[in-house]
Nanobody, 124 residues
Framework: VQLQACGGGLVQPGGSLRLSCAFGGYSSDYYAIGWFRQAPLNEREVVASISRNGDKIWYADSVKGRFTISKDNAKATVFLQMNNAKPRDTAVYYC??????????????????WGQGTQLTVSS
């Protein structure tokens, strides 16, 4: 496994947290990286995605204005800065990589490799 998400935990409503995903195994050849989440009894959904050179960024409507995706290619790490967290953000968060270029935004099922998730709980 070459993807590892981390940084989850417990945060109060309105609080902030930053998730990280190391993608070292794919740093030399990938098209895009995405963040996803899955809450209990819900389907997994795309939260945000970013292309390798950063010219394409996409956010789910539910997180626009609150979450920011960024990456550091030198460190082979992608981040998800989460501000103004809400209880509905509670989920297991995953990162995944898409190797070959396809249409944008990339559907969830088109991502090639997935990392293990990290739990985020938003609660007072």
């Amino acid at each position: 496994v070459q993807l590892q998400a981390c940084g989850g935990g417990l945060v109060q409503p309105g609080g902030s947290l930053r998730l990280s995903c190391a993608f070292g195994g794919y740093s030399s050849d990938y098209y895009a990286i995405g963040w996803f989440r899955q809450a209990p009894l819900n389907e997994r959904e795309v939260v945000a995605s970013i292309s390798r050179n950063g010219d394409k960024i996409w956010y789910a409507d539910s997180v626009k204005g609150r979450f920011t995706i960024s990456k550091d290619n030198a460190k082979a790490t992608v981040f998800l800065q989460m501000n103004n967290a809400k209880p509905r953000d509670t989920a297991v968060y995953y990162c995944a990589v898409k190797i070959q270029e396809i249409r944008w935004p990339i559907p969830l099922w088109q991502y090639d490799y997935w990392g293990q998730g990290t739990q985020l709980t938003v609660s007072s």
